[in-house]
Structure formats: structure tokens, C-alpha cells
């Protein structure tokens, strides 16, 4: 480990944990908080914001000026990639390597960047390192100027690895997919936009991001809030004033609410509470907070580390993380977590512990972990009802864990109160402010840091249906969940790669993943091209095993995601939705997964593939 990184002992670090004997009273005091937290609705309560018509408002670009200037496009391409954020970046790059140059990026953006465009809110940031997280670094030799980078600096790595590579030529952007179908005779994706164009395609790269359509709460009354609101991943910079850095003068004399304590609602509260004369943040679930310990980077470490770092650095992190098994590099929440939960393994049953020995101590030790963070809680904020309400009690990985040295100290002072909405939950937004236990509170701006639509069907959140071969449709399809193989190839639908979560893994450096599907893709398409190969698909049997590789990976979740708190990794706790991939077809360990796909390529078969010629 390089003594650069902030290590245990630091001032911002845990004291030591009390041991956990109690395990059935914490057992019944976490499923006694999930079941407040559980609807019948599970993602369902969640209001998608569309395109056009209700709640569109909130979805409106406000990065930039007016639509698209080009004129309509009638183009035959090799590739069309949908999507212009680390996905199409990553398969623009690989895609050059293979001598394919006759392809096309397509967003609804005005720029690349992908989660890095849409997400600019005040406080953004990596919470992942920096030196793990960013794609390419060792071609490009960026040096991120910090281990946890803000995301404008994310953006403009975007940027300046779109121009080094030449992207911008191929980059369609503020142009959405309205349709796609599959040409029989021409072998061909005939792909139509918003703005008139038609693409032919040979292949199609295309994903539904799981963060890019952001929703709103199941509240009512949101229409007919006569302030001013937003979400998140649409900040409004003209009525805030400011950047991501913060300086957010236009809030000085304004009452802020804020719904929503997930990882964006930790970056941007710290950053509100800060100008805002008064913020009241809606809290329906506490996030895990961990300490953050960002630092400059160290760039005589950085210039230090051997060729090949970068993959070895992401491998072990993945690892550690989700294997504890493995040391990383990387010091920072995640890995402590795991590294705290291998040595209570250990400590159980030293070098082989038996079944029960491992779950015991994982368990155990995960409530030793959320009770030092209990005690973090109660060291920091100084009224005891606000630190109440602010204690997590769930098992870590129930949902994304947060990290912030600003968050809990924000709720210091006087302007700043959280409600419990779990407890009171929030009945209704009037026109002029929001109303709980039959009272309502007054604000000049609501936001809502409520999250993106992970619940809903593929081409729900695509926002386009995909017909195949003999007019069948992936929305059918894919109705009781998805049918691939390796999530990226559907029978009926050849030559389309789904990217991002279809049956793929998970890891939590989801920018490794992202890059590991790229690589995956243009492979497949190499060996297309090579073979003179019109056409590549699944056969059933493919598709069949891997669907049962995904349920049983599920099943062997399935009490842990139900004694879960309700959330996107479980659903909202209706596990038994297909539509979330997370739930129903997701390979965890990731790295697992990644070794799998590079052992079928070395395989060099396709095997489970069908081509035609
Ligand atoms: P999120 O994790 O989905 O959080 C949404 C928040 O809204 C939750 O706190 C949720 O509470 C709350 N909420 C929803 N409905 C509510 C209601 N009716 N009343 C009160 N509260 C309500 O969304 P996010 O924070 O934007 O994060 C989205 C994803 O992006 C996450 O996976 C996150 O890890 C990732 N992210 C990453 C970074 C990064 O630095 N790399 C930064 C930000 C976000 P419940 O928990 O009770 O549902």
C-alpha cells in the first residue's frame, strides 16, 4: 500500500466497532426499518418524466441553447452507437483500433460524457478513485488532479478524450432514437431520430442507461408547486448562480427543500445548506456515510507506477471488494469494508471457515461496521434528534454506501433540519410548498436528488421500442425480464449489442465494466467482419442457459435482497419484478464475469452464437 493514502489511524477514521453478540435484536430492529420503508407499489411509485407531455419540464437540457442546428441525416454505417457517454466513447476508441471507422455516436446530449453531462449539481463528484475510475488513463497520461475528481473535471476528461480520438467526427448529438427496425434483405438496423434522420446500420451498440432518465417521487401535487424546482441532474445554474464547485449565491435569502439522501442528495445537501437561508432536507432512508479523505494527487506516486497499473489497480479493487480475498492498493471505504469483513472471517475460522463460520462473520461484522458508523453519527452532529434520524440501519450493501467529510456536519447548523419521511412521509406538494403530518412548510425551491429509472422495462427507459426479425419486439420480449446471451445479444434481434445492465455483472467501479462490455462488443463485431459474417445472434439454447446462469445467480441473493431496506438493488423490495436487471440478471462477483467473457474469447468458437453469411 503506498503511505501516501490516508490509512485506519487517520483523525477522520472509525474507533474501534463494539463487538456484536446481539444479532437477533439487530435483525429485528433492521427488518422493523425496512418494513417502514416498503411499499406495494415497489418501483411503480416512482413518476417517469417524459419526453414530451407531463413532468417533460423536468427533462429539458438546460446546458444548452437551442435544438440542433445540422440538417437531417440519410446515412448507411458500419456502426451506430446510441449513447455518447463512457459506453460509446470506450466503443468509438475500439472500434478505431479494428480499422472501423464508418460509424456514428447518436445522444440526446449536446456533448460526450454520458452521467458526467446530465449530473453538474453543486458538490459532484467520482465517488470511486479517480485513478480506477477514469478510462484510458495510461494512453492518455492524465494525471486526475485529486483522488476523488469533481465531476467537471470528469466532463472535460470526457471532452478531451473525445478530440484525441477524434470522436467529435462521429458524434451526433441532441438527437434521440424514436425508432429502430431490422432490414432482412439488407442485413441492416434502419434507425430513425427525432430529427428526421435514418441510419442503415450494420450493427447497432445501443443501452438504456440505468442513470441518464431521471424520475420523481410517487408524491402528489408536484405540478402544482408555483416555485421554482428541478432535479438534480438538471441543475439550474441560472437560479442557483455558481458551479459544481459550489458559490451558489443565487440561494442567499431562499427556503430549500430538498427530497432525497442517495449518493447525489450527500454531495449536493453540504453545498445547499451553505447559501440557502433555510434547508429542510426529506430524508426517507439514511445513506451510509463513510469518511471521504479526498487529497491532491501525489504526482510523483502517480509517475511511479509501472506500465499496466491501471488494469491491475481496477482487477484488485474489484476483487477486494467484492472477493475479500485479495489485497488492493486502493485505501479508501470500500476496501476497509471488506478488508474488516475478511479479518472477522478470519478471525472465525482462520484459513477455512465453514459455510456458516463465513456468513456469521460477515454478518456480524457488517453490524459492527454500521455501529461505528452509528457512533460517527452521534460524534458529529451535535443534536441528538437530527443524529437519530440520520443512523442507517440496514446491511451495508443494501444500498450504495456514501462518502463525505461535509454531509453530517452540515446538519450543524440551525438552517439546516431533516425530516424523517418514513415516519411522516410527505403527503402532498401544494402550490406553495410541501405539506407533512398536516403541516405545510413554505419553500422558494424544491429539489428532488430522487434517482433515475432503474425499475422499469428496457425500452421504457430507452424510450423507444426495438422490432426485429418477423416484427418481433423487444418490449415483448423482454416484458418478464431479459432473455441474452452475456447480455449482449438477443435472439430475433441480430447484429443489436445491449450494453450497460442486461444481464450482465456488476462491480463497483461501473466504468470497468463499461469498458470490459466495449472491448466485449467490438471483438464480436472483429469477428464478424473477418469471418464475412452478415448476421450474429444467440441460439435458444444459449439464450436459455444463460437466462438460468442469471436466475440462479438471483437465487442465491434472494434472502439477502428481501431482508433488504427497500431500494434500486432490490427493487423498492418487489424482488419479484423482472424488470429490474440489478434483481433478476446481474453476475456478482463482476470480475467473475469479466474472466468469463475473456476465457470465451480466447475460446475463439462464438460459441453459443449463430452466424449467417
Ligand atoms: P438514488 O440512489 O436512487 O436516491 C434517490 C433518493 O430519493 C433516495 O434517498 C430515496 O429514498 C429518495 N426518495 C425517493 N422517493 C422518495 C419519496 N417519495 N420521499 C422521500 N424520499 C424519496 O439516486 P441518486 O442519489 O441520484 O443516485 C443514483 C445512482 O447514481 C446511484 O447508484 C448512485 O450510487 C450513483 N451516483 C454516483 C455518484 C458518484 O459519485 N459516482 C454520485 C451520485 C450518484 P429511499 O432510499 O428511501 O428510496
Not at 477514521?13 to 429485528?28: C, I, M, W
Not at 430549500?256 to 433555510?278: F, K, M, R, S, W
Not at 443534536?383 to 440501519?393: G, I, P
Not at 433540519?417 to 403541516?439: K, L, Y
Request: proline content about 4%.
Amino acid at each position: 500500500m503506498n503511505d501516501r493514502n490516508v490509512g485506519i489511524s487517520d483523525p477522520h477514521s472509525f474507533t474501534p466497532g463494539r463487538k456484536v453478540d446481539q444479532l437477533e435484536t439487530f435483525r429485528q430492529k433492521y427488518a422493523a426499518e425496512r418494513d417502514k420503508r416498503l411499499t406495494k407499489e415497489g418501483s411503480d411509485q416512482f413518476q417517469a418524466i417524459g419526453f414530451t407531455g407531463k413532468f417533460s419540464e423536468f427533462d429539458t437540457d438546460p446546458y444548452v441553447d437551442g435544438p440542433r442546428q445540422a440538417s437531417p441525416m440519410s446515412l448507411d454505417l458500419d456502426v451506430l452507437v446510441v449513447g455518447a457517454g463512457f459506453m460509446g466513447m470506450t466503443a468509438g476508441i475500439e472500434l478505431e483500433k479494428i480499422g472501423v471507422s464508418n460509424y456514428k455516436i447518436l445522444d440526446v446530449a449536446a456533448d460526450f460524457g454520458g452521467t458526467w453531462y446530465w449530473n453538474r449539481y453543486p458538490g459532484v463528484r467520482c465517488d470511486v478513485e479517480s485513478y480506477i475510475y477514469l478510462p484510458y488513463l495510461e494512453e492518455t497520461g492524465y494525471v486526475p488532479t485529486e483522488r476523488y475528481i469533481r465531476g467537471s473535471e470528469i466532463f472535460a476528461y470526457c471532452q478531451s478524450l473525445a478530440r484525441q480520438n477524434k470522436l467529435y467526427d462521429h458524434a451526433v448529438f441532441q438527437t434521440r432514437v424514436t425508432d429502430m427496425e431490422w432490414n432482412e434483405d439488407a442485413a441492416r438496423w434502419t434507425v430513425r431520430t427525432d430529427n428526421g434522420d435514418e441510419f442503415r446500420a450494420r450493427f447497432v451498440a445501443t443501452q438504456s442507461g440505468l442513470f441518464t432518465r431521471p424520475h420523481l417521487p410517487g408524491i402528489p401535487g408536484i405540478e402544482s408547486f408555483a416555485g421554482h424546482s428541478f432535479h438534480t441532474s438538471r441543475w439550474d445554474f441560472d437560479y442557483t448562480g455558481g458551479d459544481d464547485s459550489g458559490n451558489l449565491n443565487g440561494l442567499r435569502g431562499k427556503k430549500v427543500a430538498i427530497i432525497g439522501t442517495g449518493a447525489t442528495g450527500l454531495q449536493v445537501i453540504p453545498q445547499v445548506a451553505e447559501y440557502a437561508d433555510e434547508l429542510v432536507v426529506y430524508q426517507r432512508t439514511p445513506t451510509q456515510v463513510m469518511p471521504r479523505q479526498n487529497a491532491a494527487t501525489d504526482v510523483e506516486w502517480f509517475a511511479s507506477l509501472k506500465p499496466g497499473w491501471h488494469s491491475t489497480r481496477r482487477v484488485a479493487f474489484d476483487k477486494c471488494v467484492q472477493d475479500h480475498a485479495v489485497v488492493s492498493d486502493v485505501d479508501d471505504g470500500w476496501v476497509r469494508f471488506a478488508k474488516y469483513q475478511m479479518e472477522a472471517v478470519f478471525a472465525a475460522g482462520g484459513e477455512s471457515p465453514t459455510v456458516e463460520q463465513y456468513v456469521d462473520a460477515l454478518e456480524r461484522s457488517d453490524y459492527e461496521w454500521n455501529e461505528m458508523l452509528r457512533a460517527r453519527v452521534d460524534a458529529v452532529v451535535t443534536d441528538e434528534s437530527k443524529a437519530a434520524k440520520l443512523k442507517t440501519y440496514y446491511r451495508t450493501m443494501c444500498k450504495r454506501p456514501g462518502f463525505s467529510d461535509e454531509y453530517l456536519p452540515a446538519f450543524n447548523k440551525e438552517s439546516v433540519d431533516v425530516v424523517d419521511t418514513a415516519t411522516t412521509p410527505i403527503e402532498r406538494i401544494t402550490e406553495t410548498g410541501i405539506v407533512t403530518d398536516g403541516q405545510e412548510r413554505e419553500f422558494d425551491l424544491i429539489i428532488f436528488a430522487t434517482g433515475f429509472q432503474g425499475g422499469r422495462t428496457w425500452s421504457d427507459k430507452a424510450g423507444y421500442d426495438v422490432v426485429g426479425r418477423n416484427g418481433n419486439r423487444l418490449s415483448k420480449k423482454f416484458a418478464n425480464g431479459l432473455r441474452t446471451l452475456h447480455g449482449f445479444l438477443s435472439r430475433d434481434f441480430p447484429n443489436l449489442f445491449l450494453l450497460g445492465f442486461t444481464q450482465t455483472a456488476t462491480v463497483s467501479n461501473i466504468a470497468h465494466l463499461i469498458d470490459e462490455q466495449a472491448v466485449h462488443m467490438v471483438y464480436v463485431i472483429d469477428q464478424c467482419r473477418s469471418s464475412g459474417a452478415r448476421t450474429i445472434e444467440p441460439t435458444a439454447e444459449a439464450e436459455e442457459a444463460w437466462g438460468k446462469v442469471m436466475s440462479d445467480q438471483t437465487a442465491t441473493r434472494t434472502d439477502w435482497l428481501t431482508t433488504c431496506t427497500p431500494g434500486l438493488y432490490n427493487n423498492e423490495g418487489k424482488i419479484t419484478d423482472n424488470r429490474n436487471p440489478l434483481v433478476s440478471g446481474v453476475y456478482v462477483p463482476g470480475f467473475e464475469y469479466f474472466e468469463l467473457l475473456e476465457k470465451w474469447r480466447a475460446d475463439g468458437e462464438l460459441d453459443g452464437l449463430v452466424t449467417e453469411h
